[in-house]
Each structure stands twice: as C-alpha cells, then as structure tokens.
C-alpha cells in the first residue's frame, strides 16, 4: 500500500479497529444489500446491481412454467388432489378442501378444481408406479424455445413433497421411481444448453414431511434451506427460484438465513414475493396483471384452469385466447408465464404444444413488439394496447372499427407507420387522435401490430387509456 489510496485505506482500517470497529468483509456487505433490496417493492427504489440483474428477465417477456410429477398419473390436480394431508402452522391455507370444511368459506370452490380426490395413501404411493419413459428434456426445452419462451420454471417440489430430482434429504424422490433419473438436472443442462434461462419453483409447504409443523418448523426450514443448497449447487444453471407460500411471515420461513444461503452461492438469482419479503418480482395467479411500469410482475396463467394435466377430456384454452395473455402482460409491462402439464408419458399435451408452437409462429414476425420492450404509453382495453422502444410504439390491436382503429394523439410527433409484418399504414389526424387505417386483407386475425415511428423516444410518455374502438 504505497500510493495515497493504499494508506488512506490502511488508516480507516487501523482506526476502526482503535475503535473496537471491524471492517465486514465484502461478502457480508453484497448480502446486506441484497437483503435489502429485497424488502422493496419498487424498481426504482433498489440498488443499481438489483435493477441490472432483473434486465433479461424483463427484456424475455415469455417463459414457461412446467407442473409436473407422479399425479399425472390420476389426471389429477397437483398436491391438492390428495384427499387428506397434515400440517398447517395453524393456517387455513392448508385446510383439506373436503365439503365439510370448505361450504360457507373462501374454499368452497376447490372441490371441482381439485376433482379428483385422491386418498392420502394412494397419492402418496404413486411414485412407485411412475415410469415417463418418453420424457426427453431436449425435446421439451425446444418446445419452449419454438413458442419463443425465453425461461423456463419448473416445479421441483410441491405442496405434496415429491421432489424431482436426485435429494438426499428424503427418500420421496424421482429417484425412488422405476424412472430413476434426476429431471430437474436434465432441463438444467437442456435449458444452458439451447440458451434459455432455467428456474426451479419450489414449495414451502410440505404435507408429506413430518417435521411441517409449528412446533417444528425451524427443524423443517432447516431441510428447506438443505435441499434449495442442494440444488443450486447441483445446478449452477438455475437462474430463478420460485417460492410459493401465500400470507406467510419472513419470520416465518427465516428468509433472511435462507436468502444470505442463496445468496452466498448465486448472487445474481432471481426470487419472487412469495417467501415473506417482496423480493423481485410479483406473480399474479390466473389473472393477467394491471399496468404496472413501477414493480416487476409476471401472471402465471394455466391453459385448462388446473395446473396438473386434467386428462385429454378438460378444454384447453384456444391459441388466440394463449396470444393475448401475453400481449395483455407486455401491454402491461409484465411477462406471461404459460403452464404446462405434461402426460404421465413425460410429453406435452398435444393440443397445448399446439398452442405455444403458434405463438411462436406470431412472434417470429411479431417479437419486435414483445421482447425488449416496455409497456404503453396506450393501456390496453378493448384488446388494443400497446409496447415501446426507443422512438417507437407498436399497437397491437385484434379488434377494428371499419377497418380503423383510433387512439389519443401523443405529445411527441408520429413520424410514420407501419404494419410490423410489412407495409404503410396511413395515418390521420382528427379532433386530437391519430386514426390509423387497414385494409382487412392486411390484418393477423389473432393479433395485427402498427409500429409507430416518433420524433423522440417513447420511455417518458404517460400512459393513457384507449377509448373503446
């Protein structure tokens, strides 16, 4: 330490410890930040290294969420299903949703979504007959990758306790099946492998394990903090984990201790709200969110109304109705997360690989206006909405007024526009908004986008609601 900056150091640290004071090393200070940031709800209000380290995932808009494990089997709902279950810390949010205990309450409904009810012993002895002998992680990450989904979640362990990959901690695993391979580490690898980033989701609440009680919980939160280290060491590839836990305490979980855990073996990790803490990024279940430029939020949305696969007898959402969800979230500026369900076989359900593939198809000619992009400044209504980049805005509109669709004239100028598939659209300016004109021969049946070209860059403009066409 020769130079001015060398001894200045050298004479903070020699005081501090005339002082009783001691430095804390980098690492603990990284984590102090880290925790912090993850106790706020706003972008904005985080460190630059908490706002640099969501970008891609702001920037992918699309990704995948995969429910899967032995229930299948029963075309069943996940977890919910088994028709009785321990546990609950004293929460209603694990009562058994059986009509004795649900008529009259919040609950009542779960019956038919939980349908069919499974017996606790049966459910828990399905893994011994648990062969997806047609799974093929490559094969379903590319799936992923051609409906132009940029991450992946997958469910490690639900609420049921069955974990899908190679545990130590327990014996109720994948690898106590006839398959006996360890999936999660298999679409890790296939995931880096086509460049797509991969997440983990991964349950708080346990009805199998015996220590998910109140009494034992700092027992039980220890196993959690044991297998999540598990995994990530396992799988430096996991670039998410997704908590699931509705209305439980950071004290709770002891998510400061799990956090600095994380933390200290992947600092750049992504996490969601539901561990106690508002972490980055909220997840609105079977909803699409509300524009929201100010907090990260992604809805997670299912194609049959149940996260597991249903049997080949449940409808299954229409491509249109899959398109708009994730317009209506970019619109929003918040991303989609589209479930799947695979088959008991390990492979997509036919009519959902269907679904995503032509997704993938309009973002091939369309992505411009998803990817990368920020929602508004028009908010959607009447599926007309909008996305910006830069000096431009692109409205994505599936609804038409003679052949027009008509919004608010912004205060910076439109230069010109255009269809993002190819083609002028004539623009015409009349009583303070800009009418823009198509001919229907022109028009994406599922969804046309304009792209606007500006004068000045769209990121400042307020949003603004979009009368109905």
């Not at 060398?6 to 004071?21: E, H, N, W």
Request: glycine content about 8%; some cysteine.
């Amino acid at each position: 330490m020769k130079t001015a900056a060398g001894a200045a150091m050298l004479f903070a640290v020699l005081t501090m410890a005339g002082s009783g004071q001691t430095a804390a090393p980098a690492a603990d200070r990284s984590f102090e930040q880290f925790w912090t940031d993850a106790q706020k709800e706003k972008r904005a209000d985080k460190s630059a290294a908490a706002q640099k380290r969501i970008d891609w995932w702001l920037d992918a808009r699309f990704g995948m969420f995969i429910h899967w494990n032995m229930v299948s089997l029963m075309g069943s709902e996940i977890s919910f299903s088994r028709e009785s279950y321990d546990g609950g810390l004293g929460s209603s949010t694990n009562l058994n949703p059986r009509a004795a205990l649900t008529k009259g309450s919040e609950y009542e409904g779960w019956l038919d979504w939980m349908m069919p009810s499974i017996p606790k012993e049966v459910y828990d002895n399905l893994y011994k007959s648990f062969y997806p002998g047609m799974f093929d992680a490559d094969k379903l990450v590319a799936q992923a990758k051609q409906a132009g989904m940029k991450y992946i979640v997958q469910v490690a362990k639900h609420c049921d306790g069955f974990c899908m990959w190679d545990t130590k901690f327990n014996a109720y695993n994948i690898m106590a099946t006839p398959f006996k391979r360890d999936i999660i580490s298999e679409m890790a690898k296939a995931s880096n492998k086509a460049g797509i980033r991969y997440g983990i989701y991964y349950c708080q609440r346990d009805w199998w394990h015996p220590d998910y009680t109140l009494e034992r919980l700092p027992k039980y939160n220890e196993y959690m903090r044991n297998q999540i280290k598990e995994l990530l060491v396992a799988n430096p590839e996991i670039s998410i984990i997704w908590f699931d836990a509705w209305g439980w305490s950071k004290e709770q979980w002891e998510t400061e201790k799990m956090f600095k855990m994380i933390h200290e073996i992947r600092p750049d990790i992504l996490t969601n709200e539901r561990a106690g803490v508002p972490a980055d990024f909220s997840c609105p279940e079977q909803s699409i969110g509300k524009y929201d430029a100010e907090r990260s939020w992604e809805s997670c949305m299912t194609f049959t109304g149940g996260w597991a696969w249903r049997g080949f007898g449940t409808k299954v959402l229409s491509y249109e109705e899959c398109l708009r969800y994730l317009v209506s979230c970019a619109c929003g500026d918040g991303n989609l997360l589209m479930n799947v369900g695979p088959l008991p076989t390990g492979e997509l359900d036919p009519r959902e690989a269907d679904r995503i593939k032509r997704v993938g198809q309009w973002l091939e000619k369309n992505g411009e206006a998803i990817y990368g992009t920020r929602g508004g400044p028009y908010l959607m209504g009447n599926f007309v909405g909008s996305t910006r980049k830069g000096k431009n805005i692109y409205l994505q509109v599936s609804h038409w007024s003679d052949n027009t669709v008509t919004v608010p004239n912004l205060p910076v100028k439109v230069l010109s526009a255009s269809l993002l598939a190819g083609g002028e659209v004539p623009i015409t300016r009349k009583d303070g908004m800009l009418v823009f004109k198509v001919d229907q021969k022109d028009w994406d049946p599922s969804m046309t986008v304009i792209k606007l070209t500006l004068e000045a860059a769209a990121d400042g403009l307020v949003p603004v609601a979009v009368p109905a066409n």
